[in-house]
């Protein structure tokens, strides 16, 4: 992939590496961390290099009568952002409709004067939720002007946020489809809640953790299942599911989506890792019917704290989605003492970024 903002652009930081370097520098780093684990050969999945981003966040950029969208400038060249010309991580919604966008915003002042972020999210049907973030009082009065653009970008709802105040027009969410294994998955995610940034990368993710689990038996206990992501259609390899996660409003859309894929079997409570680790599985009436021998993680990047890993750790078999190998690594320390890791995989959700998320299955050793 080649970027008019390559190397001005703070986010693209490996952007003098061509993409097979990236995935080889990446997975030689991550065999060198776990080198103390007796870790599976390590499985390398990635999908496309250019347009994967299915959200993304940019900072607007004024200067005399124009606009620009901003990113913050790499870390060698100080603090702050600078203008960018185009964006080619982003998904192909989101990348055609940025420009005209933009365009349309520099003639209207109402929708221009102090707007300072704008926010993409996008569906596989070239849907999108565009969020305006403005620095200044924002009132119902705005209708008007964002009626233009609706008229204009017919494929778009529109968000207008301003400290403290949110004004939806006309919806906060999109209906993503999701192609896992030939099967379709329906999901609402809802704006400025998690959803996976890299859509193909979550299917191939939820391809692995479907393969992965396939062979387990009992039922599965799940934390921090944002909307339902991996829960729904991982749900067809247990008999019941119970899953977990701090944000009302996730818990709200999953268990819509829950529902719109005929899954019965699933239990979604609205708890943080920490409570619902407290309740203990053998003690909690809630969890007295269950069959609880695997668990399903996909924590943020601060990974497990102290009083879930305790609770992972009451488990035979562990299926663990990390977004940071630091606190992957130092989770691993406590479960793969007594468990064989017999799985482990490098996602490439981030092309051009230092980042890096695994999976690792890890299943109880008898004696
Ligand atoms: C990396 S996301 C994964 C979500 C989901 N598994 C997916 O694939 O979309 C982490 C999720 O953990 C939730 N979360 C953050 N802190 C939490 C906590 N202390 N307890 C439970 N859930 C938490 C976030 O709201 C977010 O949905």
Same mark, same amino acid.
């Given at each position: 992939?080649?970027?008019?903002?390559f190397?001005?652009? !703070?986010?693209?930081?490996?952007?003098?590496?061509?993409?097979? +370097?990236?995935?080889?520098?990446k997975?030689?780093?991550?065999?060198?961390?776990? !080198?103390?684990?007796?870790m599976?050969?390590?499985?390398v999945? *990635?999908?496309?290099?250019e *347009?994967?981003?299915?959200r993304?966040?940019?900072?607007?950029? *004024?200067?005399?009568?124009?606009?620009?969208?901003?990113?913050?400038?790499?870390?060698?060249?100080?603090?702050?952002?600078?203008?960018? =010309?185009?964006?080619?991580?982003? /998904?192909?919604a989101?990348? &055609?409709?940025?420009?005209?966008?933009?365009k349309?915003i520099?003639?209207?002042?109402?929708?221009?004067?102090?707007?300072? =972020? $704008?926010?993409?999210?996008?569906?596989s049907k070239?849907?999108?939720?565009?969020?305006?973030?403005?620095?200044?009082?924002? &009132?119902e009065?705005i209708a008007?002007?964002?009626?233009?653009?609706?008229d +204009?970008?017919?494929?778009? %709802?529109?968000i207008?946020?301003?400290?403290?105040?949110?004004?939806?027009?006309? @919806?906060?969410?999109?209906?993503?489809e999701?192609?896992?294994? &030939?099967k379709?998955?329906?999901?609402?995610?809802?704006?400025?809640?998690?959803?996976?940034?890299n859509?193909?990368m979550?299917?191939?993710?939820? =391809?692995?953790?479907?393969r992965?689990?396939?062979?387990? @038996?009992? /039922?599965?206990?799940?934390?921090?299942?944002?909307? !339902?992501?991996?829960?729904?259609?991982l749900?067809?390899?247990?008999?019941?599911v119970i899953?977990?996660?701090?944000?009302?409003?996730s818990?709200?859309?999953?268990?819509?989506?829950?529902?719109?894929?005929?899954?019965?079997?699933?239990?979604?409570?609205?708890?943080s890792?920490?409570?619902?680790?407290?309740?203990? @599985?053998?003690?909690s009436?809630?969890?007295?019917?269950?069959d609880l021998?695997?668990?399903?993680?996909?924590?943020?990047?601060? !990974?497990? &704290?102290?009083?879930?890993?305790?609770f992972?750790?009451?488990?035979?078999?562990?299926?663990?989605?990390s977004?940071?190998?630091e #606190?992957? +690594?130092?989770?691993?320390?406590t479960?793969?003492?007594?468990?064989? $890791?017999?799985?482990f995989?490098?996602? %490439?959700?981030?092309?051009? #970024?230092? *980042?890096?998320e695994?999976?690792?299955?890890?299943?109880?050793?008898?004696?």
């Amino acid at each position: 992939m080649t970027c008019s903002s390559f190397g001005k652009c !703070g986010s693209c930081v490996l952007w003098q590496m061509p993409y097979e +370097k990236q995935l080889e520098m990446k997975s030689e780093r991550l065999k060198e961390m776990f !080198g103390e684990f007796e870790m599976p050969e390590l499985e390398v999945i *990635h999908g496309s290099d250019e *347009h994967f981003r299915a959200r993304a966040e940019f900072r607007v950029w *004024h200067e005399g009568d124009k606009s620009y969208y901003a990113m913050r400038k790499r870390k060698e060249d100080g603090r702050g952002v600078i203008p960018i =010309e185009e964006c080619k991580i982003v /998904d192909k919604a989101i990348y &055609d409709i940025m420009d005209p966008l933009i365009k349309e915003i520099e003639k209207n002042e109402n929708l221009r004067f102090k707007l300072y =972020e $704008i926010d993409f999210l996008s569906n596989s049907k070239g849907e999108l939720i565009i969020t305006l973030i403005y620095h200044k009082k924002v &009132d119902e009065s705005i209708a008007d002007d964002i009626k233009k653009l609706k008229d +204009k970008f017919k494929n778009a %709802d529109f968000i207008v946020r301003k400290k403290g105040r949110k004004y939806v027009f006309d @919806k906060n969410y999109l209906i993503e489809e999701l192609k896992i294994n &030939d099967k379709i998955y329906k999901y609402k995610i809802i704006e400025n809640t998690f959803s996976q940034p890299n859509r193909g990368m979550n299917q191939k993710m939820i =391809e692995w953790a479907l393969r992965n689990s396939k062979e387990l @038996k009992g /039922d599965l206990v799940e934390l921090y299942c944002g909307n !339902g992501n991996f829960t729904i259609p991982l749900s067809e390899n247990f008999r019941k599911v119970i899953a977990t996660e701090i944000n009302k409003e996730s818990i709200e859309a999953a268990t819509f989506n829950a529902d719109i894929n005929g899954r019965e079997n699933i239990t979604f409570l609205a708890m943080s890792a920490a409570e619902f680790s407290a309740l203990k @599985k053998e003690k909690s009436p809630l969890l007295a019917s269950y069959d609880l021998k695997n668990v399903l993680i996909d924590p943020p990047r601060a !990974g497990l &704290d102290d009083k879930s890993r305790e609770f992972v750790n009451l488990f035979d078999n562990i299926i663990y989605i990390s977004c940071n190998p630091e #606190t992957l +690594k130092r989770d691993l320390k406590t479960l793969a003492k007594g468990r064989k $890791i017999k799985a482990f995989a490098f996602f %490439d959700q981030f092309p051009y #970024t230092e *980042h890096m998320e695994c999976g690792v299955v890890l299943e109880r050793v008898n004696g």
